[in-house]
């Protein structure tokens, strides 16, 4: 077909009145292809995430990623990406040096785009993404850690070191206090000291245990009559 012979056929298509059965043709192509989208690409990584924790994924804007590496200037040695999506953020902290660089992710979709634009951008084998379940992988010796959905805030104390720094994009941490805020609207990315979190959880207890305490000890006086 010539392109004469394409704008023809694409005036005649649209000045064509579709009609009630044309639109509901199209309606239910693009309903298939949405559908086809959803179980190949973003479903898998659902199935073993708990309900209260999904959320559709969104790959990560550049001021994201940008606000993250702010948060993490200054930072050296390894990063873990948890939930690590199309595998931006591992890419953007391998470039400002942090080795090894782990993404985990366990829509196996998104891993295999992931490990494509690494290739892509020439780190191939120089990064590493792997397809876990984020309530599993063992946080014991990771030093920075970013997020943008927390698997457990009580995984992430009770495993990562008192030097550990946790950058959250998109949702901050539940119940904690960052040390930094980067950003605004969507974009913000806010940090974690894990030492700065174990003081607050210990303040915050000991004050709960001491109101308690008063409450006991509080001397009701007799209704005298």
Same mark, same amino acid.
């Given at each position: 077909?010539?392109? *004469?012979?394409?704008? %023809?056929?694409?005036? %005649?298509?649209?000045?064509?009145?579709?009609?009630?059965?044309?639109?509901a043709?199209?309606?239910?192509?693009?309903?298939?292809?949405?559908?086809?989208?959803w179980?190949?690409?973003?479903?898998?990584?659902?199935?073993? !995430?708990?309900?209260?924790?999904?959320? #559709?994924?969104?790959? @990560? =804007?550049?001021?994201? !990623?940008? &606000? !993250?590496?702010t948060?993490?200037?200054?930072?050296?040695?390894?990063?873990?990406?948890?939930?690590?999506?199309?595998?931006?953020?591992?890419? %953007? @902290?391998?470039? $400002?040096?942090?080795?090894?660089?782990?993404?985990?992710?366990?829509?196996?979709?998104?891993?295999?785009?992931a490990?494509? $634009?690494?290739?892509? /951008?020439? +780190? +191939?084998?120089?990064? =590493?993404?792997?397809?876990?379940?984020?309530?599993?992988? *063992?946080?014991?010796?990771?030093?920075?850690?970013?997020?943008?959905?927390?698997?457990?805030?009580?995984?992430?104390? /009770?495993?990562?070191?008192?030097? /550990?720094? !946790?950058? /959250?994009?998109?949702?901050?941490? #539940?119940?904690?206090?960052?040390c930094?805020?980067?950003?605004?609207?969507?974009?913000? @990315?806010?940090?974690? &000291?894990?030492?700065e979190?174990?003081? $607050?959880?210990?303040?915050? *207890?000991?004050?709960?245990?001491?109101?308690?305490?008063?409450?006991?000890?509080?001397?009701?006086? %007799?209704?005298? =009559?």
């Amino acid at each position: 077909m010539d392109d *004469d012979t394409s704008d %023809e056929a694409f005036t %005649e298509l649209r000045s064509r009145n579709l009609g009630g059965w044309g639109v509901a043709q199209i309606a239910v192509g693009t309903g298939l292809a949405v559908y086809a989208m959803w179980v190949g690409i973003l479903q898998p990584g659902f199935r073993k !995430v708990p309900l209260r924790l999904q959320v #559709p994924y969104i790959p @990560a =804007s550049k001021a994201q !990623v940008q &606000n !993250v590496m702010t948060l993490l200037r200054g930072r050296k040695g390894d990063l873990v990406d948890l939930g690590s999506g199309d595998g931006r953020i591992v890419l %953007e @902290a391998y470039r $400002h040096g942090f080795s090894p660089a782990v993404g985990y992710e366990l829509n196996p979709w998104l891993v295999r785009l992931a490990r494509f $634009h690494a290739w892509r /951008a020439g +780190h +191939h084998g120089k990064v =590493s993404y792997r397809r876990e379940d984020l309530w599993k992988v *063992d946080l014991t010796k990771c030093k920075n850690i970013t997020v943008f959905l927390a698997p457990s805030v009580d995984k992430l104390k /009770a495993e990562l070191s008192d030097d /550990a720094l !946790v950058v /959250a994009g998109r949702f901050p941490l #539940p119940d904690w206090s960052p040390c930094r805020v980067e950003g605004r609207g969507v974009d913000r @990315a806010w940090a974690y &000291n894990i030492q700065e979190q174990r003081t $607050h959880t210990r303040q915050r *207890d000991n004050s709960v245990v001491a109101t308690g305490s008063d409450a006991d000890n509080k001397v009701i006086p %007799e209704n005298i =009559s």
